[in-house]
């Protein structure tokens, strides 16, 4: 007889991927609980907060010696490459050391390493949240349902947080140029203004464009490379999204899925497109909001993630 399985998540701020382990009948264990896992359960993974392995390397070694060598030690890094902003020596210690069995992360195009073996664990869509909230595709494709144009809800309020900054001109231009071209548009700077599940579901589907632009996470970095969570939250609404670049949308969406801009000249070409070709974009979305319930929603993370452990259980005779 199997013994139950335990996961214990020692980050600081619990995955959404807890819920998910549970319904899976893994039971997860979290702060005083994971200090005392149960003689007759098998643990099949520790979990560490990314942040804390970086400021705290050596919790990585701790926590092996604890667990055994059967036991894998992960982390999973959400919003790569938000670690730019943190010391460089901290950086090149965590990446040397690689202490991490796993190291997961939503972008793994850069040269850090954090881990012995590196896996890509895009980020999802909480369904239970973001979904059709009692619409349907049919009722999207009517264009007279729609309020805006264009919409955007996001934090960047730069005067307090400069990672912010790029988003906040990059959304200063384009309103200046939808409003000259007679484009009904809103903005909502959500550190700002606070928007409830219920009032962020309502502006996806009562907008002919979503855009996403940027993440705090990115300040920095190059460009962006992984999908932040509204990539996927907009289309399980039912919502048309047209995101800027991002590398790994080629690993999530196929090309008929996926829409984007690599500049603010390419997004108001795009706008113009996509308002003209309306049922162009609804096709768009519809297949984006079918692909994200079949590939993207937190319970297929969840089942990727014990995939992965149980291949290195597997590979490391565990």
Known sequence: ??????????????????????????????????????????????????????????RAWKLKRALGPGVPVIAWNRDAPGYLNKRPWRLALAS????????????VTDDWRFGKEVALLHNGANI??????????????????YRYDVTFFGAMNADRYKEYLP?????????????SRGINYRF????????????????????????????????GAPMGYGLPERCFGIPACGGFLLSDYRL??????????????TDLEQALQRIDYYLGNFAEARAIAERAYRRVLACHSYRHRAEELLALLADWRRRHGA
Not at 96 to 107: F, M, P, Q
Not at 167 to 179: S, Y
């Open 188 to 219: 909502i700077d959500t550190s700002r203004t606070p928007m409830s599940v219920a009032e962020q579901v309502e502006l996806v589907q009562t907008s002919r464009i979503n855009i996403n632009y940027g993440a705090g996470c990115e300040y």
């Open 167 to 179: 988003r906040e001109r990059f959304f200063g231009a384009l309103g200046q140029a939808l409003e």
């Open 96 to 107: 040397c050391l690689e202490g991490l069995d796993i190291y997961a992360t939503h972008a």
């Open 1 to 58: 007889m199997s013994r139950p399985k335990v996961f214990l998540d020692l980050a600081s701020k619990p995955t959404p991927l807890n819920a998910e382990l549970e319904q899976l009948g893994i039971r997860v264990l979290r702060g005083e609980a994971a200090a005392a896992v149960p003689p007759d359960c098998e643990v099949v993974a520790g979990l560490l907060g990314f942040y804390d392995y970086v400021s705290r390397p050596w």
């Open 248 to 261: 790994h949308a080629a690993d999530a969406f196929a090309a008929d899925e996926w829409a984007d801009y």
């Open 128 to 145: 239970a949240a973001y979904n059709l909230a009692g619409r349907s595709l049919e009722s999207l494709r009517e264009e007279g349902n």
